[in-house]
């Protein structure tokens, strides 16, 4: 019986299958020929030709080939006449099986519409060059080469066109081979008259010419052309002009004020007998040249000035002058300072406050590529050319600004032997013994080639190499040994195959003692903006400094190792000499330890305070707005009342906690100005957005010993802020509303619940937090009405005189004022879970008071689910207090169990049926 239902309804479906085909064969044809009978009058009109009009053409198709033809060819000339294409040229498609048709379709696509032959014509656009002279009369004989290219680099003549006497020109806008806009430029020229360099143009863009967006034509260019003469007269004057005002005669002595008169007036009238432009240039820079001959007063003052400087060696035996052309010669092993005389006789001093001195040379140092600069001659005079060679040296005198130029040459010191004299003895190559790290300083002489005479060579003209475990002090010649054993190498700069060697031999002394200075307070403010730090405590002698002295003085190893003790508050950094950096306030200890002696060690503290404590933070905004994908928002944070950060607290870094992550993230920068060490740091903070919702931001300041309080704020991402806003105002006015909680008005609030949990996660963030806790409140209060019209007003069933506190579920109000969301009145604790197990008969002592808080964290757990915690907490109590706790419990770890028995009895019971209306039905009630 089943299966021939089964068979049936098969049967049943293939005819309703077939049905539906045959219907729509039959039907579909006809929409079709009805839409285009329908559709015949604009058929008509576009040229289209209808099935019905393709069988009488096809009916006619035994017309000769001649009234074809004809038929045709009126068809185009009427269509031509009309600015339209032929009927049957868009309508070719339509009417395949005509041959006729199909044939005419073939003949009008060969022809090219109006539209194309327009497009045709902008490809070439006609140009008409006059020439007139400056009156705008015309000048007939001007000749006009026109020339194009597609490089700006090959050019090539274009032909004028035919019968326009040389000056119209039919021009292409782009190559057609390449497609490519074709640059043009032309020149005119005409007897009697300057030649015109036209500049370059396209049809591409506006040019100086005219605007190709114009539909001229064909464009004209009017050229003004100047007569020879004109132009030559007018370079004349422009040169007289030029040299007349070339020299101020006021620079001038009497004496010389007559010779640059002279100059210029011979130079005015060679340019005056040029005969081209060119001779008057000539003429113009003979003059300018003859004129800087002439000597001004600066120069005469400079030159008696010159005469005043001298150099005088270190022994004072030696003094050297400027010749006449202001040239001072030295050798590379002469050591001196150089001078310059007052007009009484008295000498300038060689300080800040009188002299500058300046004679440097650009080079590359040979041993490490780099650029370096030699120093001929020091700010205060100090003589140390150690290159052969001829350089510029001026000294500013400072009371007058004078600046005084001379040279100085370089020459070689004819050294061919170095000898290093120790102690009064000659150590060259030879094997010293010291003690320790003891030190030495070699006294280098050098002899003259060719004699027997031995100098004292300079430091500034020796090179000094160490090896081993030495080194050397270049400004005062000093080496040190820090092992066993090490040599010192002395070399010219100019001849570095002139050279001695002394070899170094040492006793190795161990430290006994070490004495470890520190200031014992130091202020955290100063920003090494290269590290990224705070500037620290470097070494030195000054105040403010640290200094270790390991004792003997002489040890072989004076090293020391420094530990960090509170790694937290300050750091020892070795390198970049950065020393002692903090890492905020408070007490920082280090342990110093000789590395060759560990057993000698000391510890030492510092007390590390703000230059400027951070006291208060604020964030100018209490709420950010942003889209997603927002380039990031700069945070504004007032330390200490300052709005500017170079003003405000020392530190005013945060570490930044979220209530969700994802939304946004906060950066702190510490800026600088790497061209200046005047300008202070400041501190920049900025927001990155990440994605769309919203998340409260809660920063806490690196510095606490000024009391501040965590800098709050909130940001809000979303696409629409606008609407997302205005939502959130609504929910917000439907809470105001409510004002104080009656029985009555439950549907109120529970239309401002749904209305909260119908927004999104974005614009529930932007509802103000303090009208959320009137919404929380007045569901509490809702809910201790309800039960005590339900249960009345005994303690016992949660009264106002009840065991538990406003806000519980059961609880009373204790005798407090009646809550008004609206209104200014105590409000209950929106963030209290006490609703979860409590009820009517839960003592008061077992009650503990609630916190509070602007958002409840678990209201905000619950968003992500459409619910809120107050509806959530109604739902499980109802559910606890309708089944006993124990039941509920077993009922949910047996209700698998339950499901699969029931499911095996209804397939044994009814068979697949019945199973499958049951798997519906619980898809259904999930």
Request: glycine letters at 10%; a positive charge.
């Amino acid at each position: 019986m089943r299966r021939n239902n089964r068979s049936k309804s098969r049967k049943t479906g293939i005819a309703l299958l077939a049905a539906a085909m045959l219907l729509s064969q039959i039907v579909m044809p006809g929409t079709e020929l009805f839409a285009a009978e329908g559709d015949g009058t604009a058929g008509e009109t576009a040229g289209v030709q209808t099935v019905r009009e393709s069988e009488e053409n096809s009916a006619a198709s035994g017309t000769t080939e001649k009234r074809e033809s004809a038929e045709s060819g009126t068809t185009k000339e009427k269509a031509k006449e009309s600015g339209a294409p032929p009927a049957d040229a868009a309508g070719s498609e339509k009417s395949e099986k005509n041959e006729t048709a199909g044939s005419a379709g073939e003949q009008s696509r060969s022809d090219r519409p109006l539209s194309e032959q327009k497009n045709e014509e902008k490809e070439r656009r006609r140009i008409v060059i006059r020439a007139a002279d400056r009156q705008g009369k015309p000048i007939e004989q001007a000749k006009i080469l026109m020339e194009r290219s597609l490089d700006a680099r090959t050019w090539s003549v274009v032909s004028p066109d035919a019968a326009s006497s040389g000056r119209q020109y039919t021009l292409d806008v782009k190559d057609k081979r390449e497609n490519l806009f074709v640059t043009y430029r032309f020149s005119v020229m005409a007897r009697g008259y300057t030649p015109h360099e036209g500049q370059k143009f396209t049809f591409q863009r506006k040019n100086q010419y005219f605007d190709p967006a114009e539909d001229a034509d064909p464009v004209e260019i009017t050229v003004r052309m100047f007569s020879a003469e004109a132009t030559l007269n007018a370079a004349k004057d422009k040169a007289i002009q030029e040299l007349l005002h070339y020299r101020e005669k006021d620079g001038y002595r009497e004496a010389e004020q007559e010779q640059l008169r002279q100059q210029i007036d011979a130079g005015i009238e060679k340019i005056r007998e040029a005969a081209s432009v060119g001779e008057i240039d000539y003429a113009l820079k003979t003059a300018k040249e003859r004129i800087d001959r002439i000597k001004t007063r600066t120069q005469y003052e400079n030159e008696e000035a010159r005469g005043r400087i001298y150099f005088r060696s270190e022994d004072g035996k030696t003094v050297v002058r400027p010749d006449k052309y202001g040239m001072v010669t030295l050798t590379t092993v002469d050591s001196g300072t150089f001078h310059i005389g007052r007009a009484d006789g008295t000498d300038y001093a060689n300080d800040d406050n009188e002299t500058d001195w300046d004679c440097t040379w650009q080079y590359t140092d040979p041993d490490h590529g780099d650029i370096a600069w030699n120093v001929i001659i020091g700010a205060y005079g100090q003589y140390q050319g150690k290159f052969v060679g001829s350089y510029d040296a001026s000294v500013t005198l400072r009371d007058t600004g004078q600046k005084i130029n001379f040279k100085v040459r370089v020459t070689d010191g004819h050294i061919d032997r170095l000898r290093a004299v120790i102690d009064g003895e000659d150590a060259s190559g030879a094997e010293i013994h010291v003690m320790g790290s003891e030190k030495k300083k070699a006294v280098i002489e050098g002899r003259l080639y060719g004699t027997d005479r031995w100098v004292s060579i300079p430091a500034h003209a020796l090179k000094y190499t160490p090896g081993g475990s030495t080194s050397v002090n270049h400004a005062t010649a000093v080496f040190r040994t820090w092992g066993t054993k090490g040599s010192i190498t002395y070399s010219l700069v100019s001849r570095p195959s002139v050279k001695v060697r002394v070899g170094i031999r040492a006793t190795v002394v161990h430290p006994t003692g070490i004495e470890v200075t520190v200031p014992k307070e130091a202020y955290v403010d100063d920003w090494d903006g290269a590290f990224d730090r705070f500037v620290g405590i470097r070494e030195g002698d000054r105040p403010g400094e640290y200094r270790v002295r390991v004792y003997p003085e002489n040890a072989s190893n004076p090293s020391v190792r420094w530990t960090d003790l509170t790694p937290d508050i300050a750091e020892f950094h070795e390198k970049h000499a950065a020393g002692i950096v903090p890492r905020k306030a408070g007490v920082a200890k280090f342990r110093v330890t000789c590395v060759d002696n560990p057993s000698v060690s000391k510890v030492v503290s510092i007390r590390f305070k703000y230059m400027k404590p951070l006291k208060t933070a604020v964030s100018d905004k209490s709420v950010y707005y942003a889209r997603v994908g927002d380039s990031p928002l700069r945070l504004h944070i007032i330390t200490n009342g300052e709005w500017n950060s170079v003003r405000g607290a020392s530190e005013q870094r945060f570490h930044w906690t979220y209530s969700t992550g994802g939304v946004a993230a906060v950066k702190d920068s510490v800026r600088y100005d790497p061209s200046s060490v005047t300008i202070p740091r400041w501190v920049e903070h900025s927001i990155t957005i990440l994605g769309e919702g919203t998340v409260y931001v809660t920063g806490k300041p690196y510095d606490t010993t000024g009391g501040c309080k965590p800098v709050r704020f909130k940001v809000v991402v979303s696409d629409d802020i606008d609407r997302d806003r205005e939502a959130a105002e609504r929910v917000e006015r439907m809470i105001n509303a409510i004002g104080e909680v009656t029985l009555e008005k439950k549907g109120q609030i529970q239309g401002a619940r749904a209305a909260y949990n119908a927004l999104t996660r974005t614009q529930k963030g932007l509802v103000d937090d303090k009208v959320y806790a009137r919404l929380v409140a007045a569901e509490l209060r809702l809910r201790q009405l309800e039960r005590q019209q339900a249960g009345g007003d005994s303690p016992e069933n949660g009264g106002p005189g009840g065991g538990t506190q406003p806000g519980t579920p059961g609880g009373g109000d204790s005798g407090e004022s009646t809550v008004t969301p609206g209104g200014g009145e105590t409000k209950p604790d929106p963030t209290a879970e006490s609703g979860t197990k409590a009820d009517a008969r839960t003592p008061r002592a077992s009650v503990k008071p609630a916190k509070a808080t602007l958002r409840p964290a678990a209201d905000r757990r619950s968003e992500k689910t459409g619910q809120n915690a107050a509806s959530a907490r109604v739902f499980r109590e109802v559910e606890i207090r309708k089944t006993p706790k124990k039941t509920v419990n077993t009922v949910q770890k047996l209700s698998p169990m339950l499901s699969m028995l029931l499911l095996l009895a209804l397939a044994g019971t009814f068979g697949g049926g019945a199973l499958r209306r049951y798997a519906l039905y619980r898809r259904e009630r999930s």
